[in-house]
């Protein structure tokens, strides 16, 4: 009976991590013999664990990745690109230090590729991004003009740590775009 209540309370309070792991945690504890702080310990760390993947998942989510790429699955030996470089961008220092990156190069080159991937690991060591292409980005824009809202879209990206702007040169854009 007590179980199903702290469970209950879990629901309520919304403890996810330490609602799925409940029954092992304790069950695992009674074998060992473990201290009752040793298994809350284990209890909230499962919690933590559970918030910061959903955090993951969330920021994941806002930067609206159109396709999800990484590092393992670029080509390096078929690739003009600097692998050393690459894998130093994706320590994500450039963030922090507030610099900019442009990747230039013809069609396949795997900028996309590189640009999505190094967005992916910063959103995974906790930084908000956002990718657009500038055709959509414009649109948007245009539309927000139109509809008597300037200034909202910026003020939205405004709260990202990091933005990718996809083919800048590969459509035109009208002249308010």
Not at 143 to 160: M, P, Q, S
């Amino acid at each position: 009976m007590l179980r199903n209540e702290i469970l209950q309370m879990m629901v309520t309070l919304k403890l996810r991590g330490m609602h799925a792991v409940f029954d092992e945690v304790l069950t695992d504890g009674r074998k060992r013999r473990s201290a009752v702080e040793k298994i809350l310990m284990e209890l909230l760390q499962a919690e933590a664990a559970e918030r910061h993947m959903r955090s993951i998942r969330y920021r994941l989510g806002q930067a609206r990745f159109p396709v999800m790429k990484d590092l393992d699955s670029f080509n390096f030996k078929e690739s003009t690109v600097g692998e050393k470089q690459i894998r130093s961008l994706y320590e994500g220092a450039f963030i922090e230090n507030h610099i900019n990156l442009i990747f230039v190069g013809g069609t396949g080159t795997g900028k996309t590729h590189l640009s999505i991937a190094l967005a992916a690991q910063a959103v995974r060591n906790g930084v908000r991004a956002r990718v657009d292409t500038l055709v959509e980005l414009a649109k948007e824009l245009e539309l927000e003009v139109v509809g008597g809202d300037g200034g909202k879209i910026t003020g939205k990206l405004g709260r990202f740590d990091l933005g990718v702007r996809d083919e800048l040169g590969d459509l035109p854009l009208s002249n308010t775009g």
